[in-house]
């Protein structure tokens, strides 16, 4: 394949104005593609953000019911149940807000010991398999190296 390029100053004028046109058209199908994808990634993370405070506000009313209501196992028990979901539904609204480009909501504004997160685990899970990880996480000096019993 032969390429002749031709200096733009000896192309025709009607050409050369088809040209810009062309390329104007072009960049303005692009800006306007950008546009829409910026404003759907928004109305994404909007969704997000709105489900994430009703998730935290049924998080915070779910609580309170379990102080008031905690000495009935059968209500206690079903308040665990809606707890369960409001949480799975507060995850789904992390994932929605970070695919639209968002950071997820939950994030702790310092760090976490791993043994409090463990201790944490072991509040919501009743296993001994859990029990036992965290009390030998917490026990367990700071400056053991890996392979110590």
Avoid at 54 to 64: E, K, P
């Amino acid at each position: 394949m032969v390429r002749v390029t031709i200096p733009a100053h000896e192309l025709e004028p009607g050409f050369a104005a088809a040209h810009r046109s062309i390329v104007r058209s072009v960049i303005e199908a692009v800006q306007a593609e950008e546009a829409l994808r910026d404003a759907a990634h928004r109305a994404f993370v909007n969704i997000a953000r709105r489900m994430q405070a009703i998730v935290h506000q049924q998080a915070y009313d779910i609580r309170d019911m379990e102080h008031k209501h905690g000495n009935n196992p059968d209500v206690f028990g079903d308040l665990l149940h809606l707890d369960h979901g409001n949480a799975l539904t507060g995850r789904l609204a992390d994932s929605i807000a970070v695919l639209g480009g968002s950071r997820p909501g939950r994030q702790w504004r310092s760090e976490i010991p791993p043994s409090t997160t463990c201790c944490a685990a072991r509040c919501r899970a009743s296993s001994n398999t859990v029990g036992w990880t965290c009390t030998r996480w917490r026990t367990s000096p700071s400056s053991a190296p890996p392979w110590s019993p």
